[in-house]
């Protein structure tokens, strides 16, 4: 063994003579292009276009286009789907809110019109207690008139007083009206069971062998005007001007009248100040 064989080379390895010849064989292309440039002179060197292949991205967006698309529709139909929840809700208080106001409505209607019904059964019953009694005091009052006719025949060469004649004609005019009281009113009425204001009048003072004119415009001047203050039973009563006067009624005596009031009460009995006439005329 040499005495140097423990100590290493310092040298680098030999590299395999394909590298070497690979290496050689660049440089040695590398120079000759060099050369070649050189000897052609200054030409113009050309542009060198080199492509760069990026990485294809587009499949991945699509995707995700698609699925943001897909979401914002998803997103629209749920507000669509949410406002017509919101819309049918709406319009189904509103029907519910309706529908019990018509039927308050209607219980409020059927409740006034049976204390109506109450009320009116309740008035008949009344009137007709209040004819019956009326009918009796008629009769009553015929009989007696028949029997005072009957002692004037027997007298016959001695006249009745004026005053007897006023008093006798007033007391049929107030029976007939009183009797009367409970009919209908039905506007142009001239009996028997439905009057109007001056056909009630008329039919009254017709009893007495008066016959007055049909309208109460001719009726309230049909005689002497009178103060409300010296009534007398028989008088006619007025409302509106003498002489266009738009209702007209009987005074009964004790500070009340007969009239065919309107449709709504009938023929009525009624204190002066239930509707306190404007005037009176006396025909007897």
């Given at each position: 063994?040499?005495?140097?064989?423990?100590?290493?080379?310092?040298?680098?390895?030999r590299q395999r003579a394909s590298k070497s010849a690979?290496?050689?064989?660049?440089?040695?292309?590398?120079?000759?292009?060099?050369?070649?440039?050189?000897?052609?002179?200054?030409?113009?060197?050309?542009?060198?276009?080199?492509?760069?292949?990026?990485?294809?991205?587009?499949?991945?967006?699509?995707?995700?286009?698609?699925?943001?698309?897909?979401?914002?529709?998803?997103?629209?139909?749920?507000?669509?789907?949410?406002?017509?929840?919101?819309?049918?809700?709406?319009?189904?208080?509103?029907?519910?809110?309706?529908?019990?106001?018509?039927?308050?409505?209607?219980?409020?209607?059927?409740?006034?019109?049976?204390?109506?019904?109450?009320?009116?059964?309740?008035?008949?019953?009344?009137?007709?207690?209040?004819?019956?009694?009326?009918?009796?005091?008629?009769?009553?009052?015929?009989?007696?008139?028949?029997?005072?006719?009957?002692?004037?025949?027997?007298?016959?060469?001695?006249?009745?007083?004026?005053?007897?004649?006023?008093?006798?004609?007033?007391?049929?005019?107030?029976?007939?009206?009183?009797?009367?009281?409970?009919?209908?009113?039905?506007?142009?009425?001239?009996?028997?069971?439905?009057?109007?204001?001056?056909?009630?009048?008329?039919?009254?003072?017709?009893?007495?062998?008066?016959?007055?004119?049909?309208?109460?415009?001719?009726?309230?001047?049909?005689g002497t005007q009178v103060s409300l203050d010296s009534?007398?039973?028989?008088?006619?009563?007025?409302?509106?001007?003498?002489?266009?006067?738009?209702?007209?009624?009987?005074?009964?005596?004790?500070?009340?009248?007969?009239?065919?009031?309107?449709?709504?009460?009938?023929?009525?009995?009624?204190?002066?100040?239930?509707?306190?006439?404007?005037?009176?005329?006396?025909?007897?």
């Open positions: 063994m040499s005495h140097t064989a423990h100590i290493p080379s310092h040298r680098k390895p690979l290496r050689a064989g660049v440089a040695g292309g590398f120079l000759s292009t060099i050369a070649v440039a050189g000897a052609a002179g200054p030409a113009q060197a050309e542009p060198v276009t080199q492509t760069i292949e990026m990485p294809t991205i587009t499949d991945g967006l699509a995707t995700a286009v698609a699925a943001s698309a897909q979401a914002t529709q998803q997103v629209a139909l749920d507000l669509e789907t949410q406002a017509a929840e919101d819309a049918a809700a709406k319009k189904a208080a509103k029907t519910a809110k309706k529908a019990h106001a018509e039927a308050v409505r209607k219980a409020e209607a059927k409740k006034k019109a049976e204390a109506a019904a109450k009320a009116r059964a309740e008035a008949e019953a009344k009137e007709r207690a209040e004819r019956a009694s009326r009918t009796a005091e008629r009769t009553t009052l015929s009989a007696s008139s028949g029997s005072s006719d009957s002692g004037s025949s027997a007298a016959a060469s001695a006249p009745s007083s004026s005053s007897s004649n006023v008093s006798g004609s007033a007391a049929s005019i107030v029976a007939f009206a009183k009797a009367q009281v409970g009919d209908a009113y039905v506007s142009g009425g001239t009996g028997p069971n439905a009057w109007d204001c001056s056909g009630l009048v008329q039919a009254a003072y017709r009893t007495a062998g008066i016959d007055l004119p049909r309208v109460s415009q001719a009726q309230s001047t049909a009534l007398q039973p028989g008088d006619i009563l007025y409302w509106g001007g003498a002489g266009s006067a738009y209702h007209v009624a009987i005074y009964v005596g004790g500070g009340e009248f007969v009239g065919a009031q309107n449709s709504s009460t009938g023929t009525v009995q009624r204190s002066l100040d239930y509707d306190r006439p404007t005037g009176a005329v006396r025909v007897l």
